[in-house]
């Protein structure tokens, strides 16, 4: 059984399918990278999942269970953990206290809560930042105390939606190599990114999307090779 499954996904806002019809499966401690145009349904993919909107049609299974009727605030309890493109830390909170906040969800005890989130400020190297206030941070910093949120949520699955966004070459290769440690322990994740070297290099699998339907789901360099990507990337030209 896959940790996670879509089954024939579809979500219309108005006359829009944002969404339309994609199925697809996330192995544990798999990397599925998902890639599309500007437009293309992405975001509107993570939304679903952690049920932000309620799906049109379609059904989403997580660890055997049926989980698109789960209430948004239920779904980090049930272990799917995510970041958004625009960050929203809380911003008059410090660093370490913005991941307490996280790590409460698994623990009442301020003690243990306090421990966790200093481990993953820690693994997400923002200790020498710990004691500064969210609002007070670069971008760059910023998106990593997302990560670092949705970390001590203790997440079975983890949604990452374009990290490197907005960062400058370093800032990116210093976030991948945070994302790379990440998998490196064993997570799940799905991943949105828009630089495809960086997808290239980090996804088992990607599922390559336009118009809200899939074009093609594979290795990297399969996907990266077909036609269809290459036409909705680059236009007809040069498919
Ligand atoms: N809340 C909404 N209401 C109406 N239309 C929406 C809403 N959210 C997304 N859409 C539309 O759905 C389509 C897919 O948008 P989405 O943001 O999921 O694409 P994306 O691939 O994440 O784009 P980008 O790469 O620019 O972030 C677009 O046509 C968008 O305008």
């Not at 206290?97 to 820690?122: C, P, Q, W, Y």
């Not at 670069?138 to 374009?162: G, Q, V, W, Y």
């Amino acid at each position: 059984m896959s940790l996670f499954e879509a089954k024939n996904i579809v979500k219309r806002f108005g006359g829009v399918a944002a969404v339309n019809d994609l199925s697809f499966t996330v192995e544990k401690g798999e990397i599925l990278g998902i890639i599309g145009p500007n437009g293309s349904g992405k975001t509107t993919v993570f939304n679903l999942i952690s049920c932000f909107f309620p799906l049109t049609s379609g059904e989403i299974h997580f660890k055997g269970k049926r989980i698109d009727q789960v209430p948004a605030h239920d779904i980090c309890n049930l272990g799917i953990g995510r970041t958004f493109q625009v960050v929203k830390p809380l911003k008059r909170m410090t660093v370490l206290e913005n991941v307490t906040v996280g790590a409460f969800l698994r623990t009442n005890s301020m003690a243990k809560a306090k421990h966790k989130a200093e481990e993953i400020v820690d693994f997400c190297g923002l200790s020498q930042f710990k004691d500064y206030e969210a609002k007070s941070l670069p971008l760059a910093l910023r998106k990593r105390l997302e990560i670092a949120r949705a970390l001590a949520t203790e997440p079975e699955l983890l949604m990452l939606d374009e990290t490197c966004a907005g960062l400058n070459p370093r800032e990116s290769e210093e976030a991948i190599a945070i994302i790379k440690r990440i998998r490196d322990s064993g997570m799940t994740i799905i991943i949105v990114e828009h630089i495809m070297k960086v997808m290239m290099g980090i996804s088992d699998r990607i599922l390559a999307i336009n118009f809200g339907s899939q074009i093609t789901i594979g290795k990297p360099q399969e996907v990266a090779g077909h036609p269809e990507v290459i036409k909705a990337y680059l236009g007809d030209d040069h498919a």
